[in-house]
């Protein structure tokens, strides 16, 4: 399967003069190496995910005290690590296409201006509605945000955005924006139950005793505004002279984790 996929990256990149050039790049040879990775803890991740082990109920899986204080931090971290993998591959199809200091720029608005609001939205609401990040999608920063959700962010607007463009390379900039927000917030939507119900990342309503079954219709708004302005903020892509005929890796990305989020919720709609 790893062999098959490897294959559906083009390494071939447009340099500056519109020639193209075959060359050994990070994006081809480290990447083809994170890309296994990700596809291997992806498999892996499907399996946890769909039997619903996590960190928290670990002793009902592993009876052996040893065990346990293993098991747990590793499920812990898990998540993160396999966002990681997911993260590499799409930064370097960027700094592939796109040159090392736009990729970077690209990178640092979406870390940075994600956290910014996410950590607000945490701590105030606003503009999410009242929400409580836990430590099970990896480590907190200061003890309020979650590593992972930085990465999630960029790997959902930078991997969605490499998928525009493979489809639609001379779409307009505003036009890319608005598609990459779009996708986004279906992902979002894809996630949101697994997150909070399944997987335990974030806990919605805290402290309300009858919360509603689900996330407040401004979280999903504030998903597509937050998309459209961190992507607008991003160095403008350029133009592709010769578009790859095969779609490239990073592009598969964030439809390999939308296909996961669908394939949790047929096992727990088919158990019922």
Not at 2 to 15: G, I, M
Not at 58 to 84: C, E, N, R
Not at 91 to 105: I, K, M, N, S
Not at 149 to 161: C, D, F, M, Y
């Amino acid at each position: 399967m790893c062999h098959k996929l490897d294959r559906v990256s083009d390494p071939v990149v447009a340099s500056p003069t519109g020639s193209r050039s075959i060359g050994v790049s990070a994006e081809s040879v480290v990447g083809v190496w994170i890309w296994r990775l990700f596809l291997i803890w992806t498999a892996v991740g499907a399996v946890v995910m769909v039997a619903g082990l996590n960190a928290a109920n670990v002793g009902h899986w592993f009876s052996s005290p040893k065990v346990q204080p293993i098991a747990a931090p590793l499920l812990g971290y898990a998540d993160l690590v396999w966002m990681t993998f997911a993260t590499a591959v799409v930064y370097l199809r960027v700094t592939a296409t796109e040159g090392l200091a736009r990729a970077r720029a690209s990178a640092a608005v979406i870390l940075i201006g994600s956290a910014a609001i996410e950590w607000c939205g945490e701590r105030t609401g606003i503009p999410f509605g009242p929400y409580l990040y836990t430590d099970a999608f990896g480590p907190l920063i200061l003890g309020v945000l979650p590593i992972a959700i930085p990465l999630a962010w960029t790997v959902t607007l930078l991997g969605s955005r490499i998928l525009v463009l493979h489809f639609r390379p001379t779409i307009s900039r505003w036009q890319l924006a608005f598609s990459v927000a779009l996708i986004a917030v279906a992902t979002d939507l894809n996630l949101e139950f697994i997150a909070w119900k399944v997987r335990g990342y974030w806990i919605w309503y805290p402290g309300d005793t009858n919360p509603p079954a689900w996330p407040p219709l401004q979280n999903f708004l504030s998903w597509f505004l937050l998309a459209l302005v961190l992507h607008v903020l991003t160095p403008a892509p350029r133009p592709t002279p010769h578009p790859a005929l095969k779609i490239p890796r990073a592009a598969l990305v964030v439809p390999i984790m939308n296909a996961l989020f669908l394939l949790v919720h047929a096992s727990r709609f088919v158990r019922g």
